[in-house]
T-cell receptor
Framework: DQQVKQNSPSLSVQEGRISILNCDYT??????FLWYKKYPAEGPTFLIS?????DKNEDGRFTVFLNKSAKHLSLHIVPSQPGDSAVYFC???????????FGQGTELSVKP | ETGVTQTPRHLVMGMTNKKSLKCEQH?????MYWYKQSAKKPLELMFV???????ENNSVPSRFSPECPNSSHLFLHLHTLQPEDSALYLC????????????????FGEGSRLTVL
């Protein structure tokens, strides 16, 4: 039973354009959503988060949009840079005794 | 020393060997985790320790044995592993309370790449 799905295993974008990474979930009890970024041979690092009571959170080039009714969230990166090339994980969690559940990840490739 | 450090970075072992993975965090956190990342699969949570007490064991086979002697150190003892156990093993730490949730934001080490022959 996959509670979080990132249906696109890979995404290729031109430098300067917008990257949109999508995530769908099934558990309406999630209280917050994290995005982690992972480079090869390194552990994941926290990128940005959004609380379930919000529909948007912005941090520089990164914006997370949350649509609770559709159980869908997306990470927008604009403008995309070659250094953004990495695997991005959608990670929902619950405040009450929940554990962080990692999606399958989307590998983003930003071409110069 | 900063962050979360894992040793060894690479380990090759036979199915009859006994080895251990070590994780150390220098962030003052009180929760530590072992995750497994196999090829083409999501990160799988294996174990969670909060205040040195195991609070989560995700149906992991007994050939994996965790140990948390204090809040800064976490070990994963390995014995009689199978080739399908070959994977990247990631250690993480967090504050158990506060932050963005009960387990808070995770800080990961760089991982230990395990190959079982």
């Amino acid at each position: 039973d996959q509670q979080v799905k990132q249906n696109s295993p890979s995404l290729s974008v031109q430098e300067g354009r917008i990257s949109i990474l999508n995530c769908d979930y099934t558990n309406s009890m999630f209280d917050y959503f994290l995005w982690y970024k992972k480079y090869p041979a390194e552990g994941p690092t926290f990128l940005i988060s959004i609380s379930s009571i919000k529909d948007k959170n912005e941090d520089g080039r990164f914006t997370v949009f949350l649509n609770k009714s559709a159980k869908h969230l997306s990470l927008h990166i604009v403008p995309s840079q070659p250094g953004d090339s990495a695997v991005y994980f959608c990670v929902p969690g619950e405040n009450q005794g929940g554990k962080l559940i990692f999606g399958q990840g989307t590998e983003l490739s930003v071409k110069p | 020393e900063t962050g979360v450090t894992q040793t060894p970075r690479h380990l090759v072992m036979g199915m009859t060997n006994k080895k251990s993975l070590k994780c150390e965090q220098h962030l003052g956190h009180n929760a530590m985790y072992w995750y497994k990342q196999s090829a083409k699969k999501p990160l799988e949570l294996m174990f969670v320790y909060s205040l040195e007490e195991r609070v989560e064991n995700n149906s992991v086979p007994s050939r994996f044995s965790p140990e948390c002697p204090n809040s800064s150190h976490l070990f994963l003892h390995l014995h009689t592993l199978q080739p399908e156990d070959s994977a990247l093993y990631l250690c993480a730490s967090s504050q158990a309370a506060g932050g963005t949730g009960r387990y808070g934001e995770l800080f990961f080490g760089e991982g230990s790449r395990l190959t079982v022959l």
